[in-house]
């Protein structure tokens, strides 16, 4: 049970989510609308009853020095949609427009992706076996704010649902199904598995990612902005 110093439970927390939303959309760039607030609430709710943190008027300062449990509030707050090639033009585009374009320009080169706000690791995964029936070398780095998202993309075991879309029907090679999981699950080859990099990023946070992803040469391809921040420009910045 959430009490207050104060005594007034409601208003508390009300003042206390109040400032943690601002607090996300400075540090993360997520806007969350009115509707949102009670999704903000159940997640700092649970994160702060975890932490044995029973008076809100401290959850602000607690997340500010305690980056861990920000990041915990956040991830129970991000909407994670993704599946198999999602948004086919966008990968028709990479194919027909990009490829052409990388190979003109660096010939025989690897190809360096970067699938920002990759969730649970369905987009560079598509990517990553995009490239490999094109017969095109591709290093696949992929980064997110949720950690449970990347937890569960680093084990490359998808469920039905992770498949329904149309580009998904033909990567049964690709797919190998998980014993004991009665034809419920299925993992992912090694060979695209090994392609593919998962990363913690907070996108804001670009210059210091930029550092990393320099370090390991790795490039952009794709991207994912989220609210009033601009990663993407910053980045091609940072690449010069
Ligand atoms: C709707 S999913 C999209 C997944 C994938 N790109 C796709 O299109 O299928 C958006 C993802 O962006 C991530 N995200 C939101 N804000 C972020 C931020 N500030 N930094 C990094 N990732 C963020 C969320 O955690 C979520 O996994």
Redesign the pocket.
């Known amino acids: 049970m959430i009490v207050s110093a104060r005594g007034d439970t409601g208003a508390a927390v009300t003042v206390a989510v109040n400032a943690v939303n601002a607090a996300v959309t400075a540090r ?3 806007v969350l609308g009115a509707g949102r607030q009670a999704d903000l609430t159940a997640s700092l709710g649970k994160v702060m009853a975890a932490a044995g943190a029973t008076d809100p008027q401290h959850w602000p300062v607690l997340l500010k020095t305690k980056p861990a449990l920000f990041d915990q509030v956040v ?1 129970g707050i ?6 198999f090639f ?2 086919p033009e966008h990968f028709a585009y990479i194919r027909e427009v990009v490829l052409p374009e990388v190979h003109r320009r660096r010939p025989g080169q690897d190809v360096k992706v970067w ?5 649970t690791g ?2 560079p995964y598509s990517l990553g076996i995009m490239f490999d029936e094109a017969r095109i070398g591709a290093r696949v780095l992929a ?4 950690r449970p ?1 990347l937890a569960k993309a680093k084990q490359g075991i998808y469920g039905r649902w992770a498949l329904r879309g149309e580009g998904a029907r033909l990567i049964g090679s690709y797919l190998r199904p998980v014993a004991k999981a009665r034809g419920e699950k299925f993992e992912l080859i090694e060979r695209v598995r090994s392609a593919v990099h998962f990363a913690y ?4 946070h670009l210059w210091e990612g930029y550092r990393e992803l320099k370090a390991g040469r790795t490039y952009r391809l794709c991207a ?1 902005p ?1 609210g009033g ?1 601009d990663p993407v420009s910053k980045f091609n910045q940072g690449l010069l």
């Open positions: 993360t760039g997520i991830a991000t909407i994670g949609e993704t599946y999602r948004d699938s920002a706000g990759c969730s369905e987009e980064t997110d704010i949720s998202s990023l907070n996108l804001p994912h989220q921040c």
